[in-house]
């Protein structure tokens, strides 16, 4: 369900859906699943968190980390909203929708609202900051602070790339803090793994886990842009070839039947190599090359990290002085 820019759902990403982070997950699971599933644990002084940021380079899977917990949090309600959806041109109206949001979560408990980048909408406050701004910060920090309503049963979840732009006031309201490293090498293998899904591919565990080393400093999302360009890459053979041979393999109509007519891409020299080019392959006789991994490695070599060292540096100060590992 869409109420302008509030987004009500129930998604589908489950814990190992996300690879790696074994840290982010132990921490969400102690913050929203258990205090859900056991609320009894959370009486008395043992309150469950009400704010919750998690920080860390960009393409880490910091918003699918939010659905995972949304779905294993499986009776939670999750608000998802982008922070420019939040400011409106409208005098008045962002406060309106901040209060509208937190007004549905409370009517939805137990509900999770998800507010991705959320920097741009609580950075420090300057001198030139609009008048705008200041008050959607102000009912933010209100609606947080649940000032005269129950609050209980709402999680925040904040997500930010550059969380020292944040006002102190906002970060003492994410009274946890976690950080979202760039994947290590198993989880960037597995990643590989999980983007290939059942793409027909010639790559063996070890292949795998070299992909896994070769790329120190590459984010989820960097490693989801090279597995689709190797993807491409045998398409790209069936472009440029200008010989097929005949080979056997599963009929287009019938996957379980085997048929000896089709026609794969090959080198000229190639024993019963035929001259001709793909437009003349009829549509349901091309067998594609499949996935190898020389397909990956030349897509790595044009990939390079969007994650720069100098961002790097200031996560982890601010992770030293404000957070707790992922």
């Known amino acids: 369900m869409r109420r302008g820019a509030i987004i009500m ?11 790696g982070l074994e840290g982010a997950k132990e921490a969400l699971k102690e913050a929203v699943i258990l205090p859900i599933k056991f609320p009894h644990l959370f009486t008395g002084k043992r309150t469950p968190w009400r ?59 137990p509900s999770i609202i998800f507010i991705d ?32 309503v129950d609050n209980d049963g709402i999680l925040v979840l904040g997500a930010t790339n550059i969380p020292w732009v944040l006002d102190s006031a906002i970060r003492r309201r994410f009274e946890k803090r976690i ?19 059942t793409t027909q591919n010639s790559l063996t565990e070890a292949d795998f886990r070299e992909l896994g080393q070769r790329t120190d400093g590459y984010s989820g999302a960097d490693i989801s842009i090279i597995v ?35 026609l794969t891409p090959c080198s000229p020299g190639d024993p019963g190599a035929i001259e001709m080019t793909w437009v003349d392959v009829p549509g349901d006789k091309l067998l594609e090359p499949i996935v190898s991994m020389t397909d990956m490695l030349r897509s790595l070599s044009s990939t390079k990290p969007t994650v720069n060292e100098h961002d790097l540096l200031k996560l982890k100060k601010f992770s030293e002085d404000f957070g707790q590992e992922g």
Not at 136 to 146: A, C, S
Request: aromatic share 8%; proline share 5%; glycine share 6%.
């Open 9 to 19: 759902e129930r998604p589908n990403v489950k814990w190992n859906d996300v690879a």
């Open 51 to 109: 704010g919750i940021l998690l920080f860390g380079p960009p393409g880490t899977g910091k918003s699918y980390l939010a659905k995972a917990v949304a779905t294993e949090a499986n009776n939670s309600t999750f608000f998802s909203i982008h922070s420019s959806h939040l400011v409106s041109k409208w005098l008045g109206e962002s406060e309106k929708l901040v209060k509208n949001l937190f007004q549905l979560a409370r009517e939805n408990k």
């Open 117 to 148: 980048e959320i920097d741009s909408l609580c950075s420090s406050r300057s001198e030139n900051e609009s008048e705008a701004a200041r008050r959607i910060k102000t009912e933010f920090l209100v609606q947080m602070q649940g000032v005269g």
């Open 179 to 197: 950080y979202i490293p760039l994947p290590e090498a198993h989880a960037r293998a597995a990643m590989f793994r999980l983007h290939l899904g």
């Open 228 to 262: 689709r360009d190797a993807l491409m890459q045998p398409v790209r053979k069936v472009q440029s070839a200008t010989h097929f041979k005949r080979v056997q393999g599963p009929s287009r109509a019938d996957p379980d039947a085997v048929v000896d007519d089709l």
